[in-house]
Protein backbone atom coordinates (compact mmCIF):
# COMPACT_ATOMS: atom_id res chain seq x y z
CA UNK A 1 0.00 0.00 0.00
CA UNK A 2 3.31 2.73 0.48
CA UNK A 3 4.57 1.84 -2.96
CA UNK A 4 2.72 5.45 -4.58
CA UNK A 5 4.49 7.13 -1.90
CA UNK A 6 8.02 5.40 -2.42
CA UNK A 7 8.04 6.54 -6.19
CA UNK A 8 7.04 9.72 -5.20
CA UNK A 9 10.27 9.85 -2.84
CA UNK A 10 11.98 8.51 -5.66
CA UNK A 11 10.92 11.68 -8.05
CA UNK A 12 11.51 13.90 -4.67
CA UNK A 13 15.13 12.62 -3.63
CA UNK A 14 16.30 12.26 -7.87
CA UNK A 15 14.75 15.24 -8.97
CA UNK A 16 14.55 13.69 -12.46
CA UNK A 17 12.20 12.36 -14.80
CA UNK A 18 13.61 11.35 -17.78
CA UNK A 19 11.08 11.84 -20.75
CA UNK A 20 11.98 9.37 -23.51
CA UNK A 21 10.79 9.98 -26.89
CA UNK A 22 12.08 8.03 -29.82
CA UNK A 23 11.75 6.42 -33.53
CA UNK A 24 11.63 2.92 -32.47
CA UNK A 25 11.42 0.31 -29.57
CA UNK A 26 14.95 -0.72 -29.21
CA UNK A 27 15.83 2.98 -29.19
CA UNK A 28 13.66 3.82 -26.50
CA UNK A 29 15.58 0.57 -24.61
CA UNK A 30 19.21 1.44 -24.88
CA UNK A 31 18.68 5.08 -24.49
CA UNK A 32 16.56 3.64 -21.35
CA UNK A 33 19.40 1.44 -20.16
CA UNK A 34 22.21 3.73 -20.45
CA UNK A 35 20.41 6.57 -18.74
CA UNK A 36 20.18 4.45 -15.67
CA UNK A 37 23.45 3.30 -15.75
CA UNK A 38 24.02 6.94 -15.46
CA UNK A 39 21.43 6.94 -12.64
CA UNK A 40 18.34 8.32 -13.57
CA UNK A 41 15.51 6.76 -11.16
CA UNK A 42 12.62 7.91 -12.98
CA UNK A 43 11.60 7.46 -16.59
CA UNK A 44 8.41 8.33 -18.83
CA UNK A 45 8.01 6.36 -22.36
CA UNK A 46 6.06 8.62 -23.80
CA UNK A 47 2.83 6.74 -25.96
CA UNK A 48 4.50 8.50 -29.03
CA UNK A 49 7.36 5.36 -29.30
CA UNK A 50 6.44 2.82 -31.22
CA UNK A 51 5.63 -0.48 -29.36
CA UNK A 52 5.77 2.10 -26.46
CA UNK A 53 3.77 -0.79 -23.97
CA UNK A 54 6.07 -3.45 -24.98
CA UNK A 55 9.24 -1.10 -23.72
CA UNK A 56 7.18 -0.25 -20.66
CA UNK A 57 6.55 -3.76 -20.18
CA UNK A 58 10.29 -4.53 -20.46
CA UNK A 59 11.67 -2.07 -18.17
CA UNK A 60 9.15 -2.36 -15.42
CA UNK A 61 10.08 -5.99 -15.20
CA UNK A 62 13.74 -5.94 -14.93
CA UNK A 63 13.67 -2.50 -12.66
CA UNK A 64 10.84 -1.88 -10.78
CA UNK A 65 12.26 -4.58 -7.82
CA UNK A 66 15.42 -1.99 -7.84
CA UNK A 67 13.80 1.04 -7.03
CA UNK A 68 13.29 2.45 -10.47
CA UNK A 69 10.29 4.06 -11.36
CA UNK A 70 8.86 3.29 -14.63
CA UNK A 71 6.28 5.45 -16.20
CA UNK A 72 4.07 6.13 -19.50
CA UNK A 73 3.71 9.71 -20.92
CA UNK A 74 1.05 11.68 -23.25
CA UNK A 75 -1.65 9.91 -21.95
CA UNK A 76 -4.76 11.53 -23.02
CA UNK A 77 -7.63 9.53 -22.14
CA UNK A 78 -8.63 6.81 -19.48
CA UNK A 79 -8.45 3.70 -21.69
CA UNK A 80 -4.56 4.17 -22.20
CA UNK A 81 -4.21 5.31 -18.89
CA UNK A 82 -5.42 1.65 -17.81
CA UNK A 83 -3.27 0.08 -20.66
CA UNK A 84 -0.28 1.78 -19.63
CA UNK A 85 -0.87 0.65 -16.02
CA UNK A 86 -1.58 -2.98 -17.18
CA UNK A 87 1.63 -2.98 -19.01
CA UNK A 88 3.14 -1.75 -15.47
CA UNK A 89 3.81 2.00 -15.38
CA UNK A 90 3.54 3.15 -12.09
CA UNK A 91 3.36 6.71 -12.96
CA UNK A 92 1.29 8.42 -15.74
CA UNK A 93 2.29 11.53 -16.88
CA UNK A 94 -0.57 14.00 -19.28
CA UNK A 95 0.68 17.34 -21.39
CA UNK A 96 -2.16 18.60 -19.98
CA UNK A 97 -5.09 18.11 -17.73
CA UNK A 98 -7.01 14.92 -17.97
CA UNK A 99 -10.02 13.96 -15.15
CA UNK A 100 -9.78 10.63 -16.27
CA UNK A 101 -6.19 9.82 -16.48
CA UNK A 102 -6.09 11.10 -12.99
CA UNK A 103 -9.24 8.96 -11.86
CA UNK A 104 -7.74 5.72 -13.08
CA UNK A 105 -4.17 6.36 -11.94
CA UNK A 106 -5.60 6.90 -8.71
CA UNK A 107 -7.67 3.74 -8.34
CA UNK A 108 -4.73 1.71 -9.18
CA UNK A 109 -2.34 4.45 -7.11
CA UNK A 110 -0.24 5.42 -10.02
CA UNK A 111 1.73 8.81 -9.10
CA UNK A 112 -0.10 11.37 -11.62
CA UNK A 113 2.17 14.19 -13.27
CA UNK A 114 -0.62 16.59 -14.93
CA UNK A 115 0.40 19.11 -17.53
CA UNK A 116 -1.09 22.75 -16.62
CA UNK A 117 0.15 26.14 -17.42
CA UNK A 118 -1.85 28.83 -16.05
CA UNK A 119 -2.39 29.13 -12.22
CA UNK A 120 -6.39 28.11 -13.56
CA UNK A 121 -4.88 24.79 -14.82
CA UNK A 122 -2.38 24.09 -11.97
CA UNK A 123 -5.61 24.64 -9.50
CA UNK A 124 -8.05 22.82 -11.49
CA UNK A 125 -4.94 19.77 -11.95
CA UNK A 126 -4.45 20.00 -7.87
CA UNK A 127 -8.76 19.57 -7.72
CA UNK A 128 -8.55 16.90 -9.98
CA UNK A 129 -6.31 15.19 -7.78
CA UNK A 130 -3.15 15.36 -9.61
CA UNK A 131 0.20 14.56 -7.49
CA UNK A 132 2.59 16.77 -9.53
CA UNK A 133 2.08 19.61 -11.82
CA UNK A 134 3.80 19.60 -14.70
CA UNK A 135 4.45 22.91 -16.11
CA UNK A 136 4.67 22.84 -19.88
CA UNK A 137 5.84 24.31 -21.98
CA UNK A 138 8.46 25.62 -19.49
CA UNK A 139 10.79 27.63 -21.67
CA UNK A 140 7.98 29.98 -22.89
CA UNK A 141 8.30 31.88 -19.30
CA UNK A 142 10.92 30.47 -17.13
CA UNK A 143 12.02 30.27 -13.47
CA UNK A 144 10.15 33.37 -12.49
CA UNK A 145 7.02 32.52 -13.46
CA UNK A 146 7.35 29.39 -11.04
CA UNK A 147 8.09 31.95 -8.36
CA UNK A 148 5.30 34.16 -9.52
CA UNK A 149 2.69 31.31 -9.03
CA UNK A 150 3.99 29.87 -6.15
CA UNK A 151 3.01 32.59 -4.14
CA UNK A 152 -0.86 32.38 -4.02
CA UNK A 153 -0.55 28.61 -4.73
CA UNK A 154 2.30 27.50 -2.61
CA UNK A 155 0.99 23.77 -2.05
CA UNK A 156 0.87 22.91 -5.83
CA UNK A 157 4.22 21.18 -6.63
CA UNK A 158 5.56 21.74 -9.37
CA UNK A 159 7.71 20.49 -11.96
CA UNK A 160 8.77 22.26 -15.19
CA UNK A 161 9.10 20.29 -18.78
CA UNK A 162 10.83 21.40 -21.33
CA UNK A 163 14.29 23.96 -22.29
CA UNK A 164 15.61 22.72 -18.47
CA UNK A 165 19.46 22.13 -18.90
CA UNK A 166 22.07 21.57 -16.54
CA UNK A 167 23.48 25.29 -16.89
CA UNK A 168 20.13 26.58 -15.39
CA UNK A 169 18.55 23.60 -13.27
CA UNK A 170 19.69 25.74 -10.35
CA UNK A 171 16.97 28.36 -11.15
CA UNK A 172 14.29 26.02 -11.56
CA UNK A 173 14.96 24.59 -8.47
CA UNK A 174 16.03 27.65 -6.26
CA UNK A 175 12.01 28.88 -7.84
CA UNK A 176 10.71 25.98 -5.80
CA UNK A 177 10.19 23.37 -8.43
CA UNK A 178 10.23 19.62 -6.90
CA UNK A 179 12.08 18.56 -9.79
CA UNK A 180 12.62 18.84 -13.50
CA UNK A 181 11.42 16.46 -16.77
CA UNK A 182 14.34 16.40 -18.93
CA UNK A 183 14.29 14.95 -22.44
CA UNK A 184 16.71 15.66 -25.59
CA UNK A 185 19.32 16.44 -23.52
CA UNK A 186 20.35 13.26 -22.16
CA UNK A 187 18.20 11.27 -24.87
CA UNK A 188 19.76 12.56 -27.72
CA UNK A 189 23.06 12.06 -26.49
CA UNK A 190 23.99 9.07 -28.54
CA UNK A 191 21.87 10.39 -31.61
CA UNK A 192 24.54 10.95 -34.40
CA UNK A 193 26.95 8.35 -33.28
CA UNK A 194 24.96 5.35 -31.48
CA UNK A 195 27.18 5.63 -28.65
CA UNK A 196 24.96 4.83 -25.62
CA UNK A 197 28.15 5.56 -22.93
CA UNK A 198 27.16 9.58 -24.18
CA UNK A 199 23.39 8.87 -22.64
CA UNK A 200 25.40 7.73 -19.59
CA UNK A 201 27.61 10.78 -19.36
CA UNK A 202 24.70 13.38 -20.08
CA UNK A 203 22.79 11.79 -17.24
CA UNK A 204 25.47 11.74 -14.88
CA UNK A 205 26.26 15.10 -15.63
CA UNK A 206 22.61 16.35 -14.81
CA UNK A 207 22.41 14.55 -11.65
CA UNK A 208 25.74 16.02 -10.65
CA UNK A 209 23.69 19.80 -11.71
CA UNK A 210 20.58 19.09 -9.52
CA UNK A 211 22.73 17.63 -6.42
CA UNK A 212 24.45 21.05 -6.95
CA UNK A 213 21.92 22.87 -7.03
CA UNK A 214 20.46 21.69 -3.91
Known amino acids: MWRK????????ESGIV???????EEEALSVAEAAI???????EITMSV?????VIKVLSRKYASQGILIGAGTILDGETARAAILAGAEML?????????????????????????????????LEAGADIVKLFPAESVGPQYVKAISAPLPQAAIAPTGGVTPQNVHEWLDAG???????SYITKAAIDTGD??????????FLQAVAAAR
Do not use: W
Open 18 to 24: LIIRSES
Open 50 to 54: PGALD
Open 37 to 43: AGGIRAL
Open 93 to 125: VSPQLNPDMIKVANRYQAVTVSGAFTAKEIVES
Open 196 to 205: YARVTKAAEE
Open 5 to 12: LENMKIIA
Open 177 to 183: CVGVGVG
